[in-house]
């Protein structure tokens, strides 16, 4: 299939700047339309309402799947809750790629759960998530550069809404998983939860970190391609 348009979405602290290396690299053509979500650029406020960041952010992804052209989501980490929280209310993509995980609640390394609470109170650990997030010293000067400008309130935010609406369901939309062999956030197998939540997933798996499509954006760029061109 074509996919005539890209949605991006983005993992904890990070922006549209931290998919540069792998658009580089799939260089997508010019009739096809990419969009990148940003945590930071989204209305909390439904009417008189007030909803979480994450369920703004799907608010605005069942919106833009309404649109009928062929689109991929490509959700990072945090950004599949996200997406779980779209295809929960019935969102259909045509094809979604989730790097370093899927949707719903995941184990998490020692090393992570030991900086997790502070995030949202202080940039102090901000260098550490950055070492656990990639390997290359590259990806890790992107995360901690975004992650310094990713202001404490919407830290805060984001603590107390990375559990809503993240609960997994079947779908039959064709599903890539893209892994980081070294992987230090993360630290279960996901091929089976990818059974359960489509039944034409496939998965890869990619010599990086946690956040692999920086450590090695070629490769997951190629990895993409392979895997769209059979759809």
């Known amino acids: 299939m074509r996919y005539r348009r890209l949605i991006l979405i983005p993992g904890y602290g990070l922006g549209p700047r931290s998919w540069g290396p792998l658009l580089r690299d799939l260089d997508p053509p010019p009739s096809q339309e990419v969009v990148c979500y940003r945590y930071d650029a989204i209305s909390l406020q439904r009417g008189a309402r007030a909803v979480s960041v994450l369920d703004a952010l799907a608010d605005r992804l069942r919106s833009d799947l309404a649109d009928p052209r062929p689109t991929l989501v490509v959700a990072f980490s945090l950004g599949t809750a996200v997406l779980g929280a779209a295809l929960r209310a019935d969102a259909a993509p045509a094809g979604i790629v989730t790097i370093g995980g899927l949707p719903g609640p995941e184990p998490m390394s020692e090393a992570y759960a030991a900086i997790a609470d502070d995030l949202p109170r202080t940039h ?108």
């Open 124 to 231: 102090g650990h901000d260098r550490s998530l950055a070492a656990l997030s990639a390997e290359t010293e590259d990806g890790q000067m992107r995360v901690a550069t975004e992650l310094a400008s990713f202001p404490l309130p919407l830290r805060q935010q984001l603590a107390t809404s990375t559990t809503v609406s993240s609960t997994r369901q079947s779908t039959t939309i064709p599903w890539l998983l893209v892994l980081g062999r070294s992987d230090r956030i993360l630290v279960a197998s996901h091929e089976a939860g990818l059974d359960h939540l489509t039944s034409q997933g496939s998965t890869v798996v990619i010599d990086g970190g946690h956040a692999v499509h920086l450590d090695a954006p070629t490769a997951t760029a190629e990895a993409i391609r392979a895997w769209a061109g059979h759809r």
